[in-house]
């Protein structure tokens, strides 16, 4: 057991053409495994939907990748950066499942304020343009600290869309929208990877399966199924 | 739309500029007369623990060679005071303090490709400074208040305890961000903050000034007498912070969002004053669990009997407790025993922070009981009557308080001749170790605020009967540790009788309480 708690990065094999590459990523929590050894790729362009029963360690898988959490084996590189890195960071656009806000800024602060940080380029017609397709554009002086659960879905769907990313990580973002809001999302995510990002969302939501090109499967924190996304495929993973 | 214009596209001065107004909005939203009623609030109940501190110390002063006596044997114990403070702050860096960030701050900020250094500076500069203020302002009180025994200005006395209390806390929250900027594991700041404390009780038993920390506790008697050595206290407890904010980038984002979740909770019940939440939350913001295997396992048993269920139940509680748990209730009440020594050698006022270890140490054992009352409608539906169902986990509770008074009386003894703890220890122990357990009992089944019934007795009564709760079950243990003031100061004529006569007393809030937990039902969700 090493003094200090940083584990060296592991370069060899890293594909820096690759959008998220993990190696034996795995997570313990001390009273079970959370992610046993996990080695998944994606490529530029794909929508993989990241299915599994609950505690299948979806969430884990995303949070380690999106480095959030510390793994306790192997690695997640982000187009060829260690998860957590600046580089990584900036290539990486992540939705925890729950969406989490400032209390006193407004929706349009935060719009500006996470385009600023990640240096987007002309931002505001296009935060004008999300506002709009979200139906929120006569909310956006409004706290979002205070909206109900599907308007912090959408705010927090804005606030992942307004910056560059690369790679867009997304932890059961249909939870709380309505149906025009679910096919509204199904397209968004189709013109994220249309215009070259990658998406990995985790849900079970069925309307998306048209669009995506995989489908990764978890249970019990090991990998269970990696091939092409079929409704029936995906009840029977989540269905255990 | 108000989305404003960005002149600049530094992240960095988005990271100004949200920062600004964030200040602006929160200022936007605080009221001038509620700003002015918390000043109102925290002015008038400073006044109030002055005010007691002062008429509790005695207040004969002590002669120019007693002051330097003083000043030679101080600085060790004010040195391991410091070195506990150090101590938690080690512990609590390796699991990611002491920093406590928002949430948004974690998931927006952190994750965004700006340098994390500039991101958390600021905060770790605030929490500084905070806590330097805060010692400052309890180093002031203390020194103003030592100052009514020890021959020197008031002034310097307060000025010096200022400073070593500001430093002291410089240093704690300082080592604490070294520990977590480094991501040092838990087993070896655990190990650290032993070594520091194990430093400073040498220098206390040996009668040495070679721990750093006894040398910064020397500043704040610097008026009684001069010691150089308070100089390179001073210097480590600046540079220790430096190098804390200095290698803060590298906090762990995992330890930051999980602190972030719970300190977010636990703010929210401590306004409520809900000690219980207080308590779990805190439980597992230091990621205390309890242990999967027990130290002892109890096979199963064949009796029916409800009071042999619940202390068997109860035992079976205990047997789970981490170590860190069974160390802090030991630790808890050799910090009483040594409370009540002072209090013996002529601080009285210390008697309080002996009742208030106790009762936190009991806190602990009544941990049992209080996980039923997280769950009235599993307690309702027990064949029990509810009131004699609390009763019954008393048994086991009083057991191991009982063990822990022995503890107590032991650490008492560094500061008290054997014999007089002797002759006083069988007077009290039975009553200490009851009232502890019943107060810590009291406590959880009085269940959290009902704000809806309290918010029908007006602002005021509200206030007073929220801190009536709080305050009424670690005064019954300090009760019944007042009889030992009877004792008095010469060893050789302890009057043994008067404390004995002074703990019958004691019954009456101890009957008092115990009808009290008799006669409480469950409140029903």
Not at chain 2, 168 to 194: C, D, E, H, K, T
Not at chain 2, 214 to 221: D, V, Y
Not at chain 2, 435 to 448: D, E, T, V, W
Request: contains cysteine; neutral net charge; glycine residues 8%.
């Amino acid at each position: 057991m090493s003094f200090l708690d940083i584990k060296p990065p592991r370069n060899d094999d890293v594909d820096q053409k690759l959008v998220l590459q993990t190696f034996e990523l795995g997570k313990d929590y001390g009273d079970g495994m959370g992610v046993s050894a996990l080695d998944l790729k994606i490529k530029p362009k794909e929508l993989v939907m990241l299915v599994g029963p609950n505690g299948a360690g979806k969430s884990t898988f995303l949070g380690l990748s999106a480095g959030m959490l510390e793994p306790t084996t192997g690695a997640a590189y982000i187009a060829g950066a260690a998860a957590g890195s600046v580089e990584a960071r900036a290539a990486l656009s992540y939705l925890p499942d729950n969406p989490v806000l400032y209390d006193d800024l407004s929706l349009a602060e935060h719009i500006e304020y996470v385009a600023r940080l990640h240096a987007t380029v002309d931002w505001k017609d296009y935060a004008e343009d999300l506002l709009e397709m979200f139906g929120l554009a006569d909310r956006a002086d409004d706290l979002p600290s205070r909206f109900s659960r599907g308007l912090k879905q959408k705010t927090g769907l804005i606030l992942g869309l307004i910056r560059p990313f690369r790679l867009m990580l997304i932890d059961e973002p249909f939870v709380g929208l309505d149906t025009p809001g679910q096919e509204m999302l199904v397209e968004v995510l189709s013109d994220v990877v249309a215009q070259g990002a990658s998406v990995l969302c985790s849900t079970h939501q069925l309307d998306l399966v048209p669009s995506a090109s995989r489908c990764v499967g978890l249970r019990d924190g090991e990998l269970a199924y990696d091939g092409p996304a079929t409704a029936e495929k995906i009840r029977e993973l989540v269905g255990g | 739309m108000s989305i404003a214009a960005a002149e600049l596209e530094s992240p960095l001065d988005a990271l100004q500029d949200l920062r600004r107004n964030r200040r602006r909005n929160r200022l936007a939203d605080v009221h001038w007369i509620d700003a002015l009623y918390r000043v109102y609030i925290v002015g008038f109940l400073g006044v109030i623990a002055v005010a007691l501190g002062a008429d509790a110390l005695p207040g004969d002063p002590v002669s120019a060679a007693e002051a330097v006596d003083f000043a030679h044997d101080a600085p060790a114990w004010l040195g391991l005071a410091i070195a506990v403070a150090v101590g938690i702050g080690l512990r609590s860096g390796s699991r990611g303090g002491p920093l406590v960030l928002e949430a948004p701050v974690v998931v927006h900020e952190l994750n965004a490709p700006v340098d994390r250094a500039a991101v958390l500076r600021a905060p770790a500069v605030k929490q500084l400074r905070f806590l330097a203020f805060a010692g400052a302002v309890v180093g002031a009180i203390a020194g103003e208040l030592a100052s009514q025994r020890l021959p020197v200005n008031a002034f310097a006395l307060a000025g010096a305890g200022a400073a070593v209390f500001a430093l002291a806390g410089l240093l704690a929250s300082g080592a604490a961000m070294i520990v977590s900027g480094r991501r040092v594991r838990w087993w070896p700041a655990n190990l650290l903050a032993l070594a520091v404390l194990a430093w400073s009780g040498l220098d206390i038993l040996l009668g040495t000034t070679t721990s750093p920390l006894t040398w910064l506790a020397s500043g704040a008697l610097w008026p009684v007498t001069f010691t150089p050595l308070a100089i390179a206290g001073a210097v480590l407890a600046v540079v220790i912070p430096v190098l804390g904010v200095l290698g803060i980038g590298k906090l762990s984002t995992e330890h930051a969002l999980r602190r972030a979740s719970l300190v977010a909770q636990l703010r929210f019940a401590v306004t409520l004053q809900d000690v219980r939440t207080v308590v779990l939350l805190r439980r597992q913001l230091s990621q205390e669990k309890p242990r999967t295997t027990p130290w002892v396992r109890i096979g199963w048993g064949s009796s029916t009997n409800a009071v042999l269920a619940v202390f068997k139940r109860d035992w079976q509680s205990y047997l789970r407790f981490p170590l860190v748990r069974l160390v802090r209730m030991v630790v808890l009440a050799a910090g009483a025993g040594i409370a009540l020594g002072f209090t013996w050698r002529g601080t009285p006022a210390l008697i309080l922070v002996a009742g208030l270890a106790l009762f936190v140490a009991a806190y602990d054992a009544a941990e049992p009981v209080a996980q039923e009352v997280d769950h009235p409608t599993r307690r309702e539906s027990y064949p029990e009557d509810p009131g004699r169902f609390l009763v019954n986990h008393l048994i086991a509770a009083v057991m191991v308080m009982l063990v822990l008074c022995v503890i107590t009386a032991g650490a008492a003894t560094i500061l008290i001749p054997v014999g007089v703890v002797v002759q006083l220890f069988p007077s009290v122990i039975v009553t200490v170790a009851g009232a502890a357990a019943l107060a810590a009992i009291i406590s959880p089944s009085q269940g959290a605020p009902d704000s809806a019934a309290l918010v029908g007795l007006g602002p005021d009564v509200m206030g007073w009967v929220l801190i009536a709760r709080v305050v009424l079950p670690p005064t019954l243990v300090v009760v019944a540790l007042l009889p030992l003031l009877g004792a008095g100061s010469d060893p050789d004529a302890i009057d043994t009788a008067r404390v004995a006569n002074s703990t019958i007393w004691v019954f009456i809030p101890l009957v008092l309480g115990f009808i009290y937990l008799r006669t409480r039902k469950p409140k029903h969700l």
